[in-house]
């Protein structure tokens, strides 16, 4: 080994080492995205990706700075394939490759994973995950961007209680920590009113075989379903039912039924209505501006909730303003503090779970190839 190179490479490494210990401002900031980008739900993920990067671009280009000093921001993206053990795995490596803040997961068996490898780290993790247990680790890293399954459920129960016809109910789920407790919470609404519930069955997130759920379906003569598995299955599931001529039936799905892929499963049967914290852009004041950026900029309208993560990284980015700061730590301090401006949703704050204080539910009926608004409420 050339001894002078090593000298004069130790030397300048260590230079860096100094210099960067010298301000709490680095000038390039990472943030982190995990979500599913590959697979089923691969649209919806990368909506939530768009999202991200849509925020950064603007606030690279109006010359971000924290403390005085510009920043330039950068996305560090990472496939979490809907999957636990990957989701883990990927937060490890995102806290590794030190961001400072991460926008992820979309599923909550997920965030129920990564959530303690952020939370050792100190890195805040914003969420759109609704599953009420993961705020329930008590990590004040995990904040929650949209309402809980809490709400949901009450939503779901409420509305085929009371607006849904239909002689019979029956509750499917995914078999998830999402799908498994949003059901749970959906059936206890419907029992509270004293619905009937005739089949109650939990499947997995992958299955798209569903001649056997349809035939149950069709001889318990169900005139309202309650379904809390995703898009993809929903459609799948509806198809059969028109195939065996079940179709004088409302299916109530919850907030990964309300996508644009679902658009395709319009008159299969008589009703499909969707609950979703995710509200659409469109009921926003500065909806349809964030709209008319979001296709400029990727030739399609969101498929879920990318003006939530949009929102979730100018909220994060006034947050380090805030703190003067890109350590993780202090960008979690500053928070929890926050009530935070939101370009399109308006405002973030937290309370000391982690769980957005200004989170609501709609609920949405797919009609005439669109999702309309029917009711939104906070309380349910």
């Known amino acids: 080994m050339d001894r002078r190179r090593f000298a004069t490479g130790a030397a300048a490494l260590g230079a860096g080492i100094w ?4 301000s709490k401002v680095p000038d390039t900031v990472r943030i982190g995205v995990a979500q599913p980008l590959s697979g089923p739900l691969a649209a919806l ?4 990706l768009n ?8 606030l690279n280009a109006a010359g971000y700075s924290v403390g005085g000093k510009r920043v330039t921001l950068e996305v560090l993206a990472q496939d979490d394939k809907a999957d636990a053990a990957t989701g883990r795995a990927v937060a490890q490596q995102l806290v590794e490759a030190g961001v400072a803040a991460v926008i992820g997961h979309l599923n909550s068996g997920v965030s129920l994973e990564a959530a303690p ?21 008590g990590l004040p890293t995990t904040l929650r961007i949209v309402a809980n399954d809490a709400l949901q459920a009450r939503a779901i129960g409420n509305f085929a ?21 949003l059901a749970d919470g959906a059936a206890a609404e419907l029992q509270k009113a004293k619905k009937d519930i005739t089949l109650r069955q939990s499947l997995d997130d992958k299955t798209v075989d569903f001649a056997e759920l349809a035939g149950k379906l069709k001889q318990a003569q169900v005139g309202a379903l309650v379904c809390t598995l ?7 599931l509806l198809q059969e039912l028109a195939r065996i001529g079940h179709t004088r039936m409302a299916l109530l799905g919850g907030d990964l039924v309300k996508t644009a892929s679902m658009i395709q499963g319009a008159g299969l049967i008589d009703e499909i209505y969707a609950t979703s914290p995710v509200l659409d852009v469109t ?35 006034e947050a380090m303003r805030k703190a003067g700061s890109a350590n993780p730590e202090d960008i979690t301090k500053a928070l929890h503090g926050l009530n935070g401006y939101a370009p399109v949703t308006g405002t973030m704050t937290w309370d000391e779970r982690g769980e957005q204080r200004y989170g609501a ?20």
């Open 230 to 236: 995703n898009d993809f299955q929903v459609l799948a």
């Open 117 to 137: 490898v952020y939370a050792a780290r100190h890195v805040p993790q914003l969420i759109i995950s609704t599953n009420p247990k993961i705020t329930q680790l």
């Open 361 to 380: 539910v709609g609920v949405y009926e797919l009609r005439r190839g669109s999702w309309d608004l029917r009711m939104r409420s906070d309380r349910w």
């Open 45 to 48: 993920g990368q909506d939530l």
């Open 51 to 58: 999202g991200v990067q849509l925020a950064v671009k603007e």
């Open 19 to 22: 210099l960067g210990g010298c």
């Open 161 to 181: 209680a009371t607006q849904v016809s239909g002689s019979g109910y029956a509750v499917v789920d995914d078999g998830t920590p999402y799908g498994k407790g």
């Open 283 to 317: 009921e926003f004041t500065t909806g349809q501006q964030f709209l008319q950026k979001y296709i400029a900029a990727f030739q399609k309208p969101p498929a879920y909730g990318g003006h939530y993560t949009y929102d979730a990284m100018y909220v994060v980015s």
